[in-house]
């Protein structure tokens, strides 16, 4: 059922994947650096979700097919909600180090989805290093709202999201917003 490298996964955790085309609810095996590590993870491109119940995002409540085992292209996944701040990671890795951290709340916007949340980040607000610098390609955002764009109806609310910068049209800082 699982490949070889979800051998050494320690634990399974719940978590709802964000496609152009699906919405993929699901349980993936993570190491004990959580699912950033495993979606930072420069040595695989691909990950495994076990039990994935598949939804269209123009339809995200009708079940299109259910899986034991989907694999999936990480560069194709645009955002991951999780149910648990706890399960992103460890504290030293979603927010790159132990340091004070300043909370910026951010409107995020991709080609399919957008979101809106707090992005937790050292010292000074950086974009270039938020968008650029750096491995990682999926950055975490807490008490966030996930809205497609084309699609207003599909509104998720979670306490943690894993965005993919690669996939980021714009980020604006909320502070910036100029009231009408």
Do not use: C
Not at 29 to 54: C, H, K
Not at 80 to 105: F, W
């Amino acid at each position: 059922m699982f490949s070889e490298s979800s051998t050494i996964s320690q634990r399974a955790i719940p978590a709802d994947f964000y496609t152009p085309s699906y919405r993929i609810v699901g349980k993936v095996l993570v190491p004990n650096t959580g699912l950033m590590g495993l979606v930072n993870d420069q040595l695989t491109s691909f990950m495994e979700i076990v039990d994935a119940r598949l939804a269209r995002v123009h339809m995200p409540s009708k079940l299109v097919d259910h899986y034991e085992l989907v694999r999936i292209v990480k560069s194709q996944i645009f955002a991951i909600a999780l149910t648990r701040r706890e399960d992103i990671g460890p504290q030293s890795l979603a927010r790159g180090g132990y340091v004070r951290l300043n909370q910026y709340p951010v409107r995020i916007a991709t080609p399919v989805y957008e979101l809106k949340g707090t992005l937790e980040w050292a010292g000074r607000f950086d974009f270039s290093a938020v968008m650029i610098e750096g491995t990682r390609d999926f950055v975490p955002i807490y008490e966030a709202n996930l809205t497609a764009v084309l699609i207003p109806a599909l509104k998720v609310e979670t306490p943690a999201l894993l965005f993919n910068r690669r996939q980021v049209d714009l980020l604006a800082l909320d502070s910036q917003r100029i009231e009408d």
